[in-house]
C-alpha cells in the first residue's frame, strides 16, 4: 500500500511526522513524503527534519516563493508528473498552505483517493488565503480528519456526508508531547537571558498583520509598554523583518530595551521557550492549540479563530489587533493567572480540561482508517 504525504512549509512538518513515523511502523505501508519546497531555507524547513526525526524527503520540487496563484501552479505542474509515475494508493495532506490546496486539486484531477489531516477548521474570514485552500481541499477530499468537534459540524454545513469524516484528534499534539520534555531540558529562556515564567513570547507573521503600517505600528504600541512590565521575546519571521524594515518601524522596535528580536528558532526550541514562558501573543493557529495544551495564556492577535476549542476548553483568547484590547487583556492574564493549574494527566488547560482526543494518538487513528479504506484487496 502506498502513500503519499505532501508537505510545503513549516506547519505541516509538526503535523507529518507522527503520521510518518506510524506508517514507517507498518510493513504493509510504502511511505513517500514530498516536500513542494514552499519554505525552502534551513531555519524555516531543513532544521525541522532533524529534530522531528522526519526522514529526509523522497523528491523537493523545490517551488520557493511567490505570489499565491504563482505557488500553487508550480506546485501543481511540478506534482502532477510525479503522482502520475507514483501511482500512490492515497494522497495525504495537512493544514491550510498553498502546497495543501495544489496537491489536493491534482490528486483529485488524477482520481487519487485525498485525505485531508485538519480538515473542517473554519475561520469564516475569506480574506485569509488559508480559509480559501481549507475549503477547497475539503471539498476534494476523500477523507476528512478533525481535530475538534466544531469542524465536524463545519463540514456538515457544507454538506460534506457523515461516511467521509472521521474525527482522530490533533496530530500536533501528538509531536508536542513527544518532545516536550526534551524541549524544557534545552533551558531556552537561561538563554536568552530570562527566568521561566517570567517573559512573553511573541509571533508574528499573518499578512493582515505585518502588511499594513497602520496595524503593524499599533501591535509595537502595545508591545512598548508591555515590555516595560516583562521581556517579550520575538522569534521574527523573515518576511515580518521585511515588512518591519520597509514600514521603517524596525529600528523602533530594535530600541525597545526589553522587545529581543531572535532569529527563527526550530521547534523544539521554540516550544522550550513557549512552555515556560508567563505569556504568549500570536496570529499562528497552532501555537493557539500548543499553549492550551501547556496551559500558556495566549492571546490571539486577530478576530477570529478556526480553532474555537481553545477558547471553550483551552486557555486561548481574541484580542484582535487594537492597542487598547492587546494590553488590556495581557494585564488581567498577568495579575490573574491562579485558574490555570495542572490536571490529573498531566496536560494543562485553563480549567484542568483538556479537548476531546487531544491526547497523543491522533496519528495512529488516521494510519488505522488510511489502512482500512485505501488498502489493496487481492
Not at 485569509?128 to 476534494?140: F, G, K, Q, S, Y
Request: with cysteine; proline share 7%; charged share 20%.
Amino acid at each position: 500500500m502506498k502513500i503519499v504525504s505532501v508537505v510545503g512549509a513549516r506547519p505541516n512538518l509538526m503535523k507529518i511526522a507522527p503520521i510518518m513515523e506510524e506508517m514507517h511502523r507498518l510493513p504493509d505501508i510504502e511511505p513517500v513524503l514530498i516536500h513542494t519546497g514552499q519554505h525552502y531555507d534551513d531555519n524555516m524547513s531543513e532544521v525541522f527534519f532533524q529534530e522531528l526525526g522526519i526522514p529526509q524527503p523522497d523528491y523537493n520540487l523545490e517551488v520557493g516563493s511567490g505570489s499565491h496563484t504563482w505557488q500553487t501552479a508550480q506546485v501543481m505542474l511540478a506534482l502532477e508528473p510525479l503522482l502520475i509515475d507514483l501511482r500512490p494508493d492515497a494522497v495525504v495532506v495537512v493544514g491550510d498552505v498553498n502546497s495543501t490546496a495544489a496537491a489536493a486539486l491534482v490528486a483529485a484531477k488524477l482520481d487519487i483517493p485525498l485525505a485531508h489531516v485538519e480538515a473542517g477548521l473554519r475561520s469564516f474570514d475569506h480574506t485569509m488565503p488559508e480559509e480559501i485552500n481549507r475549503i477547497v481541499t475539503d471539498a476534494l477530499a476523500d477523507y476528512l480528519f478533525t481535530t475538534e468537534r466544531s469542524a465536524n459540524e463545519n463540514l456538515g454545513r457544507e454538506g460534506i456526508p457523515d461516511h467521509k469524516i472521521f474525527f482522530v484528534g490533533n496530530v500536533m499534539i501528538d509531536t508536542l508531547l513527544r518532545h516536550r520534555l526534551r524541549a524544557e531540558a534545552l533551558g531556552m529562556p537561561a538563554q536568552h537571558g530570562v527566568s521561566a515564567n517570567g517573559y512573553a513570547l511573541l509571533t508574528l507573521h499573518r499578512p493582515s498583520n505585518v502588511d499594513l503600517p497602520e496595524v503593524l505600528n499599533g501591535i509595537l504600541d502595545a508591545l512598548d509598554s508591555l515590555q516595560t512590565r516583562l521581556p517579550v521575546l520575538f522569534p521574527a519571521h523573515p518576511r515580518t523583518l521585511q515588512r518591519l524594515a520597509g514600514a521603517g518601524l524596525l529600528e523602533r522596535a530594535r530600541a525597545m530595551p526589553n522587545l529581543r528580536l531572535l532569529k527563527p528558532l526550530g521547534y523544539v526550541e521554540f516550544l522550550g521557550l513557549m512552555a515556560q514562558a508567563r505569556l504568549v501573543l500570536t496570529d499562528s493557529g497552532g501555537i493557539q492549540e500548543e499553549t492550551t495544551i501547556l496551559g500558556i495564556p495566549c492571546l490571539t492577535l486577530r478576530e477570529n479563530t478556526e480553532r474555537p476549542v481553545t477558547i471553550s476548553e483551552g486557555t486561548n483568547e481574541l484580542v484582535g489587533t487594537s492597542p487598547d484590547r492587546i494590553l488590556a487583556a495581557a494585564w488581567r492574564r498577568l495579575d490573574q493567572l491562579q485558574g490555570i493549574h495542572e490536571s490529573p494527566s498531566g496536560l494543562m488547560s485553563r480549567d484542568g480540561r483538556r479537548p476531546e482526543l487531544w491526547d497523543g494518538r491522533a496519528a495512529e487513528r488516521i494510519v488505522r482508517v488510511l489502512r482500512e479504506k485505501c488498502g489493496r484487496q487481492p
